[in-house]
């Protein structure tokens, strides 16, 4: 999954390159500081890869996950040799399982935080028997997914507990966990006036989509699989407090309304200490029942491989063809208004007016959600925002160009402005920059200038 990539891979990497330039924390270097990446830390960890073009801090971040999960890996295979009470063949079983995990394996190299907060919560739960150290690794995890304190929080206590601490001990193991996600909360609203990520005002979702999320993201994950063992885990204490953990980080994820990334990202940090915990249970599981879980695990990883699950490898070399075919068209803009900003971002150092709200504030407190934001073209207008991107999932219609808003545009956002008539009176389309060999690219449109022309 090399190749795999997401837009949003990029909003953290202008951050880090305008951070070590000197500009401050900000998406555009002109504007305001801004909350436009949720893992708070990202950036800073970003800053030494941050010297050269967006595509070369891109692929500096998608090596360092790479390297941080490869570690990871010895780590929870080394630690697995040691469950000596446990058959090998179970232990072979749960590593082949995560190994063939498209979502692990798609976002160790995603170039996003995920790696290294699942690094983080993979050692957390390697440490269990010193539940104190256990707790100040899970919370660090849960400074770069927030989403993941709940998920501290519970492990931290279920340790604590498994290591028969005193009840003081207990209480501040779970406190201790919940603090790198306290300050960052403070930090936010230091420094931005809002203790949550500016995300959550961008995206939001509701339990219906957070609860379907959670539901596919436990089945194309493929390990959850490997815990359906509720006899073996209540005589494995840790490798049941690991569990009740991850349970509630499902939870976690259901009450946040789940994410609109593909490969589900959000569970993945967990992922190996529920490997971890599936082969501490198979010590006292019966071996036919572990062997059928297993069965089932891989089969059902084999079958998403065959039918097209790796597809995503390719998302990365397209965005980057993308990104060198716009940067000429893109040259002469000074505020270019898009939906998606990451790869923008990588095109041009002009100012973005970010449609979905991600980086702006404003934006993110209108109505819908990060694809539906109430969006007309005077907000465009009256930003003096001179060139327009709108994506077209099937390319545009006969007549190229000049056909523009008989196109079809998949997502309200886009859909609506191509239909405003202010758009048409102020904007034209100048080219189609295409994305993939499926046919779908964007359309750039620019201002006209006063009189029309």
Excluded at 56 to 66: E, P, Q, S
Excluded at 314 to 340: K, M, N, S, T, Y
Aim: with cysteine; glycine share 10%; aromatic share 6%.
């Amino acid at each position: 999954m090399w190749g795999f990539t997401v837009d949003d891979a990029l909003i953290s990497v202008r951050y880090a390159r305008h951070v070590v330039s000197g500009v401050g924390w900000r998406f555009n270097a002109g504007g305001p500081s801004t909350d436009g990446v949720t893992p708070l830390p990202w950036p800073v960890m970003l800053a030494p890869l941050a010297g050269g073009d967006a595509l070369t801090v891109l692929a500096g971040a998608k090596m360092l996950g790479l390297v941080v999960w490869g570690g990871t890996g010895c780590a929870l295979g080394w630690a697995m040799g040691g469950l000596s009470r446990a058959p090998a063949w179970s232990r072979a079983a749960a590593l082949a399982t995560m190994a063939l995990s498209v979502p692990v394996a798609a976002y160790a190299v995603s170039g996003m935080e995920t790696a290294v907060a699942t690094c983080l919560a993979t050692a957390a739960t390697l440490m269990a028997r010193r539940p104190l150290l256990a707790a100040v690794v899970a919370g660090c995890a849960a400074a770069f997914r927030p989403e993941l304190a709940l998920w501290a929080s519970v492990l931290a206590v279920g340790v604590a507990l498994v290591a028969r601490a005193r009840a003081g001990r207990v209480l501040a193991a779970g406190l201790v966990a919940l603090v790198p996600f306290a300050v960052c909360a403070v930090v936010r609203t230091v420094a931005w006036g809002h203790p949550a990520p500016l995300a959550l005002l961008a995206k939001p979702s509701d339990l219906e989509h957070g609860a379907a999320y959670a539901g596919a993201a436990c089945v194309v994950t493929l390990v959850p699989l490997l815990v359906l063992a509720p006899l073996a885990l209540r005589r494995t204490p840790l490798a049941l407090a690991v569990v009740l953990a991850g349970v509630a980080h499902v939870v976690g994820v259901v009450a946040v309304g789940g994410d609109w990334m593909p490969y589900a990202r959000l569970l993945v940090p967990i992922v190996p200490s529920l490997a971890w915990a599936a082969a501490l249970a198979s010590e006292h599981a019966r071996p036919v029942a572990t062997a059928a879980r297993s069965v089932l695990a891989l089969g059902l990883g084999v079958v998403l491989v065959a039918r097209g699950g790796t597809e995503g490898r390719q998302v990365g070399a397209d965005r980057a063809a993308l990104v060198e075919a716009a940067r000429p068209l893109l040259a002469g803009f000074h505020r270019v208004a898009a939906l998606d900003v990451g790869w923008v971002g990588a095109a041009t150092e002009a100012d973005i007016v970010d449609l979905a709200g991600v980086t702006d504030p404003t934006i993110a407190a209108l109505p819908g959600g990060h694809t539906s934001k109430r969006i007309d073209a005077r907000l465009l207008v009256e930003r003096d925002t001179d060139a327009l991107l709108l994506y077209a999932p099937s390319g545009l219609p006969e007549g190229g160009t000049e056909a523009w808003r008989e196109g079809t545009y998949g997502r309200v956002v886009e859909a609506r402005l191509a239909a405003d008539d202010v758009t048409a009176r102020h904007f034209t389309a100048v080219a189609f920059i295409p994305l993939g060999a499926r046919g779908a690219g964007y359309v750039l449109l620019r201002a006209l200038p006063p009189d029309g022309r």
